[in-house]
């Protein structure tokens, strides 16, 4: 019988010593602060201006209204760097989907919005707490995506993170706040550690971001953290030896499809469930983590990482862990 896991990381056991201010502990002044902008407050604003209006009306005010106001996001994070043809086209299908998507859920969204600034400065805090090596800040945006959950990402050339806050309307908090630290994570582990390459960078950067979130909103189980129902972790469980196999083979890989594969949310037409990286990635940082902590584990070297996924890769191969 698979027995629950509720996942204790090493670090929520530690003292912080840096929690006041996250200040150094050479005295230093306290680290800056993360900047969050709130660009749902616009999106709910535009609805409300536009609701009655007609197609030309709607397309007007949304250059005015939301992309002259955040002309760089928009470019670099909605319509995801597109140019010429393909932006006049994907801008038309964020606009259509906007009216068809989001209007009918507009007021669940608001809700959502209600605090959420309090919410997200919330998990800063605690992330900076946890990792307080984590002294850089940047600016956390909260919108409406019409394609992430959380991102790390890079917009006019400068690293910040974001919420599609959409993604998060049904009551409670705790997976926005499991999605912010993990992407708050990438953000700090991907300044040092390039994510791209061998499909090894690939397991250690998310598997380890995943560990992360369950450092900054510990006590949940291993698939809360994942976001994955309780059919899809058996299956995983159950395919573990396999998997675990053939990931070590392909380590060094730097091959896309593999990436797609293990890392991908779509269904494919192989064994392999869909984003069962994340799982075995985790897997992994948990036993990796064992007698060290999270700071130690983001400073670590690609051979160091390649050497530490090798050997529990192995032993995955050859016995199930435990599984909730």
Avoid at 57 to 81: C, G, H, N, S, V
Avoid at 174 to 199: K, N, P, S, V
Wanted: aromatic letters at 10%.
């Amino acid at each position: 019988m698979k027995r629950l896991v509720t996942i204790t990381p090493v670090l929520a056991l530690l003292s912080i010593t840096a929690a006041a201010g996250f200040a150094e502990e050479d005295g230093d002044a306290p680290a800056p602060a993360f900047r969050v902008v709130n660009m749902v407050d616009d999106f709910i604003a535009y609805h409300r201006t536009c609701a009655e209006s007609d197609g030309p009306t709607r397309d007007r005010r949304w250059t005015e209204m939301l992309e002259m106001k955040y002309p760089q996001f928009f470019a670099d994070a909605i319509y995801r760097r597109k140019e010429g043809d393909d932006r006049i086209a994907y801008r038309q299908v964020c606009i259509r989907r906007f009216w068809e998507e989001i209007a009918p859920r507009i007021d669940a969204i608001a809700r959502r919005n209600q605090g959420i600034v309090s919410v997200v400065e919330g998990v800063a805090r605690d992330f900076r707490k946890a990792l307080p090596e984590a002294r850089a800040a940047t600016d956390i945006f909260i919108t409406i995506s019409f394609s992430f959950r959380g991102k790390a990402l890079t917009v006019g050339g400068k690293e910040v993170v974001a919420l599609g806050l959409e993604s998060f309307t049904k009551p409670g908090t705790l997976q926005l706040r499991i999605t912010l630290a993990h992407e708050l994570f990438h953000f700090h582990h991907l300044r040092t550690f390039d994510g791209g390459g061998g499909l090894y960078r690939t397991l250690w950067a998310e598997g380890l971001a995943t560990y992360a979130s369950a450092v900054v909103v510990p006590g949940e189980k291993r698939s809360t953290y994942l976001g994955f129902p309780v059919e899809k972790m058996n299956l995983c469980y159950d395919l573990l030896p396999q998997l675990a196999a053939d990931l070590r083979k392909n380590l060094g890989e730097n091959d896309h499809r593999l990436k797609r594969l293990y890392f991908g949310a779509e269904r494919n037409d192989t064994q392999v469930p869909p984003e069962a990286g994340y799982y075995i990635g985790l897997l992994v940082a948990e036993s990796a983590a064992e007698g060290t902590t999270l700071g130690k584990l983001a400073q670590l070297n690609p051979k160091e990482v390649f050497a530490i996924l090798a050997r529990e890769l192995d032993k995955l191969a050859q016995r199930s862990e435990e599984s909730d």
